[in-house]
């Protein structure tokens, strides 16, 4: 029989060795003097050297070749602390707690201790952070490309009920996730000129940079759930190409000398900086050629290491564009392969097409990236004039199908000439991929028919939809450890990779039982979800009151301020009838709101303005509470998904695309409030109308109320309780007597209600009135839970990626090579 290698042994004997070698080899600390910190460290490098064992595995499976590799290309990673997880995917918690223990450690409080990767914001991070989970636990090659950010967007705080944005130094301390690898790096061009290049009798463009900098490649290792695969998130961060100027130091010119390292090094310093102002918009194209660049050429050495040319590219890497941030990378791969590896023109637009798909995540027409085309010239003259020529020869194929029709080639263009100029990023991403899909039925049905409503007649078969999906794994299986147990012994241990197996709860939705076990574990996550909210907010909450909860990043279509009606609506009803016999609620909100954005920052001074008032009001005892959790983020999120027993999903229909937090809320038991808007409409179909609390109107209905001229204010006049809220946000009741304070947002309401607030506010009570009813009834509430929660594996995000593996990639499961001389029996 084989020995366990100590370095990588599983067992608690040889992890807690590993831990002890790794204090004093790579931090020279001896147990005696360690931090808490320094025990983090030890034990993270600890259980990265055991991922490195399927890492290198995996990374020799793809490298034989004819392994075509999924290549996900995102400007955010919402990964969430590594710890916790990769315990969990390794199958060793017990053997780590017990190694720790033995070395008076506490395991669950050096998980604490992780700082939040910084490299998302919201659900479009999350999302790509769960393909990866995925795509890892499936066995699929596949690597995500992104930026290496040593600030995340912001660190939010409260001050005085306003958002503060602070510093997120979440690398300040190091992390023992990443593989730094220098020898791993790319130029990229920026600014100068072109010119033309004759030389050995040919006619090629040449690029003449004004200014270079240099992508470092970060990797973080992605372990599947219980199998040997380990795939890979390459990030990169910016160097300069020269970081220091002898010459200019050595004149007394000591700013100047690092003047080029402080400049490129801002490439991948922050996480979506304030593109207001000009510079922030030159940052922001600048980040995202970048990480484009470094990545494209990433593929293209991984390509030649496989001894395959240039024009194999398509068949050994699909290159799936998550939003419209990585779309420059049809002009960019168009140029590596024209200017670079000298293909011809059509050969080289083949072979882009057939490698690029793309994913459209929104239809709300201001996040449909464009730019001026003088910032795009000066920062990006060559791929500029790419885009230029695909305009061309694309508008040419247009003229060939819809001859005479110049309004059309207007839509189309990939440049919008109507003012001034500009580069429209969506209609490149759609111009040059063989696939492009929505992110949930009705979204891509919307897709179709309006935003690239003229691509999809042209090119119909290239439009598809794949409906978003969560893991299982961190958000049900770590982050609701009760709830995971009654699953392993109801159906089976093998829902966490096979999530329609949750069906088999549905035999004991009225088992009573059953149902009092279930509410045991829903009431052990809100005790935990309570004591944050004292320690965060100073209140206590009730376990036994409806925790009703909207998470989400803060934006008015999203809806928080119709939420915060319903609640002042509530208020005021219980002080007129203090009698009225209602379900005790805690109200949750969290989100950040973009710095920029005036309108959602009110929005969250609006909700802490509600929160002092209810909260202080001693007749609200018992009755009513508002918290609004600060600074949420992956770790908050697992505290909080479990815990829901009402999840707000209440965007106005035909805005969200999407939505992943939804599908979150339904695994762990929460009931749904929603419009049919985004996922919604596949949430409620799957878990049965009765199952979710329906209002408002539909995308259709909200589009004609629109065009038939809606006057928000005659809605406010005819309903006195929507009157009496919105008056309360005018007189100063929640704004200390400040009659000012919420002026813009009910002028906005009542002048505009561009989401449809007020049309939408009658059919809300009445929902959430059912809502109250059903709560009151414990059996049937439990029922729908169980039900909710039975019903949620079609969304899975291995189910999507399934999709995108069969229908738009052509990738194929590959497990890791197993090296010869080790005991793979000791893996768990």
Same mark, same amino acid.
């Given at each position: 029989m084989a020995t366990e290698p100590v370095r990588t042994g599983l067992t608690a004997a040889a992890i807690r060795q590993a831990v002890l070698d790794n204090l004093a080899y790579l931090q020279a600390r001896y147990p005696g003097i360690a931090t808490p910190w320094n025990w983090y460290m030890a034990l993270g490098y600890s259980v990265r050297d055991r991922l490195l064992d399927r890492w290198v595995d995996s990374v020799q499976a793809y490298a034989a070749p004819d392994v075509k590799v999924a290549c996900y290309l995102s400007a955010e990673f919402l990964i969430g602390p590594q710890l916790a997880s990769n315990l969990l995917n390794l199958g060793i918690e017990a053997e780590v707690r017990e190694a720790m223990a033995a070395l008076g450690q506490d395991l669950d409080a050096l998980i604490a201790l992780e700082a939040e990767p910084g490299l998302g914001n919201g659900g479009l991070g999350r999302l790509a952070a769960c393909f990866l989970d995925s795509l890892a636990t499936l066995e699929v090659p596949a690597i995500g490309y992104g930026i290496r950010y040593e600030f995340g967007i912001f660190e939010q705080a409260l001050r005085d009920g306003w958002q503060v944005e602070r510093t997120d130094k979440w690398l300040q301390r190091g992390t023992p996730w990443e593989v730094v690898r220098p020898e791993v790096s790319y130029t990229v061009n920026f600014g100068g000129h072109t010119e033309t290049d004759t030389a050995g009798g040919g006619y090629r463009m040449r690029w003449v940079p004004?200014?270079?900098?240099?992508? *470092?490649?970060?990797? @973080?290792?992605?372990?599947?759930?219980?199998?040997?695969?380990?795939?890979?998130?390459? +990030?990169?961060?910016?160097?300069?190409?020269?970081?220091?100027?002898?010459?200019?130091?050595?004149?007394? $010119?000591?700013?100047?000398?690092?003047?080029?390292?402080?400049?490129?090094?801002?490439?991948?310093?922050?996480?979506?900086?304030?593109?207001?102002?000009?510079?922030?918009?030159?940052?922001?194209?600048?980040?995202?050629?970048?990480?484009v660049s470094c990545s494209l050429q990433d593929m293209l050495r991984q390509l030649e290491m496989k001894g395959q040319p240039a024009t194999r590219f398509a068949d050994l890497c699909a290159v799936q564009l998550n939003d419209t941030h990585p779309s420059i990378a049809v002009a960019e791969l168009m140029r590596l392969l024209v200017d670079e590896r000298s293909l011809p023109w059509d050969t080289a637009w083949d072979i882009t097409r057939r490698a690029c798909a793309y994913t459209n995540h929104t239809l709300l027409p201001e996040a449909l990236e464009t730019w001026g085309l003088p910032l795009f010239r000066e920062l990006l003259p060559r791929p500029l004039e790419i885009i230029f020529e695909i305009n061309r020869r694309f508008l040419e194929e247009v003229r060939r199908a819809f001859p005479g029709d110049e309004e059309r080639l207007r839509r189309l263009s990939l440049i919008d000439e109507s003012g001034s100029k500009?580069?429209?990023?969506?209609?490149?991403?759609?111009?040059?991929?063989?696939? *492009?899909?929505?992110?949930?039925?009705?979204?891509?049905?919307?897709?179709?028919?309006?935003? +690239?409503?003229?691509?999809?007649?042209?090119?119909?078969?290239? &439009?598809?939809?794949?409906?978003?999906?969560?893991?299982? /794994?961190?958000?049900?299986?770590?982050?609701? #450890?009760?709830?995971?147990?009654?699953? !392993?012994?109801?159906?089976?241990?093998?829902?966490?990779?096979?999530?329609?197996?949750?069906?088999?709860?549905?035999?004991?939705?009225? $088992?009573?039982? &059953?149902?009092?076990?279930?509410?045991?574990?829903?009431?052990?996550?809100?005790?935990?979800?309570?004591?944050?909210?004292?320690?965060?907010?100073?209140?206590?909450?009730? #376990?036994?009151?409806? &925790?009703?909860?909207? @998470?989400?990043? *803060?934006?008015?279509?999203? /809806?928080?301020?119709?939420?915060?009606?319903?609640?002042?609506?509530?208020?005021?009803?219980? %002080?007129?009838?203090?009698?009225?016999?209602?379900?005790?609620?805690?109200?949750?909100?969290?989100?950040?709101?973009?710095?920029?954005?005036?309108?959602?920052?009110?929005?969250?001074?609006?909700?802490?303005?509600?929160? !002092?008032?209810?909260?202080?009001?001693?007749?609200?005892?018992?009755?009513?509470?508002?918290?609004? %959790?600060?600074?949420?983020?992956?770790?908050?999120?697992?505290? *909080?998904?479990?815990?829901?027993?009402?999840?707000?999903?209440?965007?106005?229909?035909?805005?969200?695309?999407?939505?992943? =937090?939804?599908?979150?809320?339904?695994?762990?038991?929460? +009931?749904?409030?929603?419009?049919?808007?985004?996922?919604?409409?596949?949430? /409620?179909?799957?878990?049965?109308?009765?199952?979710?609390?329906?209002?408002?109107?539909?995308?259709?209905?909200?589009?004609? %109320?629109?065009?038939?001229?809606?006057? #928000?204010?005659?809605?406010?006049?005819?309903?006195?309780?929507?009157?009496?809220?919105?008056?309360?946000? =005018?007189?100063?009741?929640?704004?200390?007597? $400040? #009659?000012?304070?919420?002026?813009?947002?009910?002028?906005?309401? %009542?002048?505009?209600?561009?989401?449809?607030?007020?049309?939408?506010?009658?059919?809300?009570?009445?929902?959430?009135?059912?809502?109250?009813?059903?709560?009151?009834?414990?059996?049937?509430?439990?029922?729908?839970?169980?039900?909710?929660?039975?019903?949620?594996?079609? &969304?899975?995000?291995?189910?999507?990626?399934?999709?995108?593996?069969?229908?738009?990639?052509?990738? /194929?499961?590959?497990?890791?090579?197993?090296?010869?001389?080790? !005991?793979?029996?000791?893996?768990?």
């Open positions: 004004g200014r270079q900098v240099r992508g *470092i490649a970060c990797d @973080v290792p992605v372990p599947g759930f219980r199998v040997e695969t380990c795939n890979t998130l390459r +990030l990169w961060r910016s160097e300069a190409v020269e970081s220091f100027d002898l010459e200019d130091f050595q004149v007394g $010119d000591y700013y100047g000398a690092v003047a080029e390292k402080v400049s490129s090094e801002t490439l991948s310093k922050v996480l979506y900086p304030n593109d207001e102002p000009e510079a922030g918009k030159r940052l922001r194209l600048a980040q995202q050629y970048f990480f500009r580069v429209r990023m969506a209609h490149l991403a759609t111009v040059g991929s063989h696939a *492009i899909n929505g992110v949930s039925a009705l979204h891509s049905e919307l897709l179709r028919e309006t935003v +690239l409503h003229d691509f999809a007649s042209l090119w119909p078969e290239r &439009f598809r939809n794949v409906t978003n999906g969560v893991t299982p /794994r961190r958000f049900l299986l770590l982050a609701n #450890p009760p709830l995971a147990r009654l699953l !392993d012994e109801a159906v089976g241990t093998g829902w966490a990779t096979d999530l329609d197996r949750l069906r088999g709860l549905e035999r004991l939705a009225d $088992d009573a039982s &059953f149902q009092e076990r279930w509410r045991a574990a829903r009431r052990w996550n809100k005790e935990r979800l309570a004591g944050r909210i004292h320690d965060i907010a100073g209140r206590a909450a009730d #376990p036994a009151a409806l &925790f009703d909860v909207q @998470v989400k990043r *803060i934006h008015e279509y999203k /809806r928080q301020h119709l939420n915060v009606l319903h609640v002042i609506t509530l208020y005021q009803r219980l %002080l007129r009838q203090p009698g009225l016999d209602l379900a005790p609620r805690c109200f949750i909100f969290a989100g950040k709101a973009a710095p920029g954005y005036r309108m959602a920052k009110l929005v969250i001074r609006l909700i802490n303005g509600v929160a !002092d008032v209810v909260n202080n009001d001693p007749a609200m005892r018992g009755r009513l509470l508002v918290a609004f %959790l600060p600074n949420f983020n992956v770790s908050s999120a697992q505290h *909080i998904y479990p815990a829901a027993d009402l999840s707000e999903q209440i965007s106005t229909a035909g805005k969200e695309a999407a939505g992943t =937090g939804n599908m979150k809320f339904m695994m762990n038991g929460a +009931l749904t409030i929603g419009t049919l808007d985004g996922a919604n409409v596949e949430i /409620r179909a799957a878990a049965g109308s009765e199952n979710f609390f329906l209002f408002g109107l539909d995308a259709a209905r909200a589009a004609a %109320l629109r065009a038939d001229g809606y006057r #928000p204010r005659d809605w406010y006049e005819r309903d006195a309780e929507l009157r009496g809220a919105l008056d309360a946000l =005018g007189d100063g009741s929640f704004s200390r007597g $400040d #009659p000012t304070l919420f002026r813009p947002l009910l002028d906005q309401l %009542l002048e505009h209600d561009d989401y449809l607030l007020l049309a939408d506010y009658r059919a809300y009570l009445e929902a959430q009135a059912a809502a109250d009813v059903a709560y009151r009834d414990p059996a049937r509430w439990t029922r729908m839970s169980i039900l909710n929660t039975a019903r949620s594996g079609a &969304f899975s995000s291995d189910r999507a990626i399934h999709e995108y593996c069969s229908g738009i990639w052509d990738v /194929r499961r590959t497990p890791a090579v197993r090296t010869p001389g080790v !005991d793979y029996s000791a893996r768990k």
